[in-house]
């Protein structure tokens, strides 16, 4: 008897199994924690991109919103028109453009110098505006509106521009939005502006570098991750392979040979091995042991019934079909010809079986003018194969060169798939062929049919 392993030696499949499982866990984890960190330093440069876009439409929008108010306040002391009034002070006060920039400005991390030179700029606009304010006040005197901005009454004239003729108060009001001074202070605000976008832009390429670094690092973490996964799963195959897969092959094409098995590969499998080894030998010794009279048919040189019956418990059904032949109207053959002539007719028959199938399938004779095909190592897949061998052999047994007369065969056929036993696989390979002959004789069919 052999133990549970053999003689123990190869490594255990239970080991490989545990290695791998090990193994597959190692890669999930280090693909996991480089992917993880390699999201997290992508979402990092993600967000700061996002807020550096973000401050600098900030400021623009802050600069967009200066320069609107002074084309307001402009167009608005030069023909008096109610509109750009109303379009200063929408701006001013309900679109907020300008706060809504410095919120956005203080709310970045990192934007302090930035926010510094952005409120010098808001601190100039704030002059500006009171600059404006006393030009817009001279011109709704001047023009003497009734309705305005409520805040335009805070704004006190001087005495002498009081006094100033309406056509006096519009120059007066142009000039203020228009001189050199006005000029000034806007060039002071877009200058402040000019320098808080430096500093975004300064802080942005540091933000982007410092991004970029921690990219880089992460990527380069997963370049060795993806390599070591790589190696580990080449290791895994080649493992599998040596231990596995190549003795299995190996052991196919030994069995399909007719041979015996290499004792290689893991421990459980050279355990198979050698069980097999030493059931192989005890099968072939008992077929070199058995007497050729007994186990075949003298007449046709086919395999008997005890022949069969050997056959049928010593090969493995599973990759095997059972061809079960019946000579059609074999009866009429030995009433019209004589017994002499249906005996060569079944000799003939055999003849022309062996010359369909290989040396390696089985022909026996269980009955008169009965015959099975044991066609072993075979596939369901083969069905056309055995369909063409069919054909053949019911062309064969028609033709008359040779004297005898003409033949044909029903024949059933059913893989060893399709039953559990040996006596279920004959009864439908059995139901199969006298279906075969109901449909007409000199034709098959299949079990599954």
Request: overall charge negative; aromatic content about 8%; glycine content about 4%.
């Amino acid at each position: 008897m052999l133990d549970k392993y053999g003689s123990g030696d190869g490594i255990s499949l239970r080991t490989v199994h545990t290695l791998l499982v090990i193994g597959a866990v190692i890669i999930a984890g280090l693909m996991l924690y480089s992917t993880y960190h390699l999201s997290v330093s992508f979402q990092n440069l993600t967000k700061a991109s996002e807020q550096q876009i973000e401050l600098r439409k900030a400021a623009r929008e802050l600069m967009d919103a200066s320069d609107y108010l002074t084309e307001s306040v402009q167009r608005f002391t030069v023909n008096g028109d109610m509109r750009f009034l109303d379009d200063y002070f929408i701006e001013a006060f309900e679109a907020n453009h300008r706060e809504e920039a410095i919120k956005k400005m203080s709310e970045g991390e990192g934007a302090s110098d930035a926010l510094a030179k952005l409120q010098n700029a808001m601190d100039t606009s704030v002059k500006l505006m009171n600059q404006e304010y006393y030009a817009m006040r001279l011109v709704v005197d001047a023009k003497q509106y009734s309705q305005y901005p409520e805040i335009l009454d805070t704004v006190v004239l001087s005495d002498a521009d009081k006094m100033l003729t309406a056509d006096a108060k519009m120059r007066r009001a142009t000039e203020l939005v228009l001189n050199d001074d006005y000029y000034a202070m806007k060039e002071d605000i877009r200058s402040n502006m000019r320098a808080s976008l430096d500093e975004l832009e300064k802080m942005a390429y540091d933000t982007d570098e410092s991004a970029m670094k921690a990219l880089s690092g992460e990527m380069v973490l997963v370049r060795v991750i993806i390599a070591v996964q790589t190696i580990l799963i080449i290791f895994m195959v080649w493992l599998t392979s040596r231990l596995g897969i190549h003795p299995i092959l190996s052991a196919v094409d030994r069995i399909k040979s007719d041979s015996p098995i290499p004792e290689v590969g893991a421990n459980e499998f050279r355990y198979l091995a050698r069980a097999y080894n030493r059931m192989y030998e005890v099968y072939r010794t008992s077929l070199e042991h058995l007497n050729f009279k007994a186990s075949h048919d003298e007449l046709t040189g086919a395999y008997n019934r005890a022949g069969y019956d050997l056959l049928l418990s010593s090969i493995d059904l599973n990759s095997t079909y059972m061809i079960l032949v019946d000579v059609d109207d074999f009866k009429k053959v030995n009433d019209t010809f004589g017994h002499e002539i249906g005996d060569k007719v079944l000799a003939k028959l055999v003849q022309v079986l062996k010359n369909n199938f290989r040396s390696d399938d089985y022909i026996c004779r269980i009955g008169g003018d009965e015959f099975v095909i044991f066609m072993v190592h075979a596939t369901k897949m083969q069905q056309d194969l055995i369909v063409s061998k069919v054909e053949e052999i019911n062309k064969e047994l028609e033709n008359l060169n040779d004297g005898l007369p003409a033949i044909s065969v029903s024949i059933g056929i059913v893989h060893g798939t399709e039953a559990t036993d040996a006596e279920s696989l004959f009864e439908r390979a059995d139901a199969a062929m006298y279906r075969a002959k109901r449909s007409g004789k000199r034709t098959y069919r299949f079990h599954e049919e």
